[in-house]
C-alpha cells in the first residue's frame, strides 16, 4: 500500500507537540490570518454525527486576557505549587518540572499574545450524563482542538491544553459574551515559540500499556 503522507515528517510533528509553557514568545504578535489558518485546520476534525458544534473563541484584547489570567489563577490557587512539592517529595523530578511550567505559565498568562478558548454548542444537564453521552461530546471537540494545536505547531507556534480556569468557566462566559448552552472545553495559551525545535519525550515502550484481544494485568 502507497500513501501520499511524508510519515517522517507526520511522525516528527505528531511526537514533537509539547506543552508549551515557559518558551511562549510573550512579545512577538501572532498574525490573525495565522490563527483562521489553524482553525481551518482543525474544522477538518471528525465530529459525533457530522454535528460541527464546535467554535473557536480568539482573545487578544489585552484587558479581556488580563482578566482571564486574574480568574485562571485565583482557580489554580496553590495547585501547582503543591503539586511540585509533592512531584519532589517523590522524586519524581520530571512531573515536578511540568508543575514549575505550569505556575510559570500562570504568573506570566495575560502576556501571553493570545488566548484560544475551544468550544462546543452543548451543555450537561445539571442532573449529570451518562459516560456514554460526555463521551459523545467530548470526542466532537477534542479531535479539533488538538488539530488546532498540531498546525499551530507546524507553523512554528506553541501552545498548552489547560482547563484550571473551567472551575470559573461562568466568569469566563460571563467576560467574552459566551452563551449559556455552549461548553468551553480548554485554554490554550498561543504564541510563537523560543529556542530550538521540540523532541519526542520519554515514554513507556508501546507494548507496555498494549493489550491484545482483552485487558491484561500488568
Known amino acids: 500500500m502507497t500513501t501520499d503522507i511524508d510519515l ?15 518558551r511562549l514568545d510573550l512579545d512577538r504578535p501572532v ?24 467554535g473557536f473563541v480568539v ?22 505549587e503543591q503539586s511540585k512539592d509533592r512531584a519532589l517529595a517523590k522524586g519524581d ?11 510559570y505559565l500562570a504568573d506570566v498568562l495575560d502576556r501571553v499574545p493570545v488566548h484560544v478558548i475551544p468550544c462546543i454548542r452543548a451543555r450537561f444537564p445539571e442532573s ?5 453521552d460526555a463521551a459523545g461530546v467530548y470526542g466532537s471537540i477534542a479531535p479539533a482542538a488538538w488539530s488546532f494545536q498540531l498546525a499551530l505547531r507546524a ?21 467574552l459574551g459566551i452563551p449559556e448552552n455552549v461548553t468551553q472545553v480548554a485554554l490554550f495559551p498561543v504564541a510563537y515559540y523560543t529556542g530550538d525545535t521540540f523532541s519526542p519525550a ?17
Open 155 to 175: 507553523r512554528g507556534l506553541g501552545s498548552a491544553w489547560t482547563t484550571m480556569h473551567l472551575y470559573r468557566e461562568r466568569e469566563v462566559a460571563d467576560l
Open 128 to 132: 449529570g450524563m451518562s459516560s456514554t
Open 202 to 218: 520519554a515514554r513507556a515502550p508501546a507494548d507496555t500499556v498494549t493489550h491484545w484481544d482483552g485487558w491484561t494485568a500488568r
Open 59 to 80: 482573545v487578544t484584547d489585552a484587558e479581556k486576557r488580563r482578566r482571564i489570567a486574574e480568574i485562571y489563577r485565583a482557580a489554580s490557587g496553590d495547585y501547582f
Open 8 to 22: 517522517a515528517a507526520a511522525d516528527r510533528l505528531l511526537t514533537t507537540t509539547r506543552a508549551v509553557r515557559k
Open 31 to 54: 498574525e490573525r490570518q495565522v490563527l483562521l489558518d489553524c482553525i481551518s485546520v482543525a474544522q477538518q476534525a471528525p465530529t459525533g454525527g457530522n454535528s460541527q458544534r464546535w
Open 93 to 103: 523530578q520530571q512531573t515536578a518540572r511540568v508543575y514549575d511550567g505550569a505556575a
